[in-house]
């Protein structure tokens, strides 16, 4: 059993190292991150068919349901690296990978704006940790002009504020990794945008028999010339006739009056037009 699940293991582990082209974007040239990728993609394909081949042995070494999560972890990255490769050859992402995009980037810049807050208020307190540590580890020096007399005490018992200067230098250097880590994130995040607000977008043609690439004329200025056989007639007291105020020479349009509710212009059509596609 454990021969059969090394290859996974092995390729498993070379995926995990291998750091994610998008995050290595700013050092490496277009060809070689599409080579870093291509090989990635390999390895998890590799993977991804090694694990199909136990989970169709009977018994299926292991625990199956461990092994379908990391198939689908698996297929997630492949889906992710296609992605990428895609976006770094010039080709249109398929629709629903395209909409992927936009959540991506949706939460990416929620993730940075947060970083930044974050970021932002542990640079105040390290300012004010930077004034705080020499004050409490520096002073007057024993003995010294101005240098506070030795309270009265047990000898060699710790006086109120000894190691302070500890203390804070400690919340200091514990915030300044935190800070440093937070930055190098921030950095991956904005790497990562970039790649996806650059990638080519998906034009969207509308085919060619729907309904707005042949918009329907009922009236086109011309009456007698109407292909639907237009005619004008009166609704209630309602009167309606030709005008040709406000347009070209040749054409005429519709000049409706109506003296209250119910009292307007009808328009007939001795051959009705099919508008149902246009519904």
Do not use: C
């Amino acid at each position: 059993m454990m021969s059969r699940m090394r290859p996974i293991g092995v390729g498993l582990l070379l995926v995990v190292l291998a750091v994610p082209a998008w995050a290595q974007g700013e050092q490496q040239t277009k060809d070689e991150q599409i080579a870093s990728l291509t090989e990635q993609r390999q390895k998890l394909t590799d993977n991804i068919a090694e694990a199909e081949k136990l989970l169709q042995q009977n018994p299926v070494p292991g625990d199956p349901e461990a092994l379908k999560k990391q198939i689908d972890k698996w297929q997630a990255k492949l889906k992710d690296i296609d992605t990428q490769l895609a976006a770094l050859k010039g080709e249109a992402p398929k629709a629903e990978d395209e909409q992927n995009a936009q959540k991506e980037m949706a939460q990416i810049r929620r993730r940075i704006a947060a970083l930044l807050n974050r970021m932002k208020a542990r640079q105040a307190e390290l300012e004010k940790l930077a004034k705080e540590q020499p004050a409490a580890a520096g002073g007057a020096a024993e003995g010294a002009p101005g240098a506070p007399a030795e309270p009265a005490g047990e000898p060699g018992m710790a006086q109120p504020g000894a190691g302070m200067g500890m203390v804070a230098g400690g919340r200091r250097q514990q915030r300044e990794a935190t800070q440093r880590e937070d930055f190098g994130e921030l950095l991956q995040l904005q790497a990562r945008l970039k790649q996806l607000e650059n990638a080519p977008k998906t034009e969207a043609k509308p085919e060619e028999d729907a309904a707005e690439m042949h918009p329907l004329a009922l009236f086109d200025g011309r009456i007698e010339k109407n292909p639907f056989g237009l005619k004008l007639g009166g609704w209630g007291s309602g009167i309606i006739e030709e005008d040709k105020a406000g347009l070209e020479e040749g054409l005429k349009s519709l000049l409706v009056y109506t003296d209250g509710y119910y009292r307007g212009a009808r328009i007939d059509f001795a051959q009705p037009p099919e508008i149902t596609r246009y519904f």
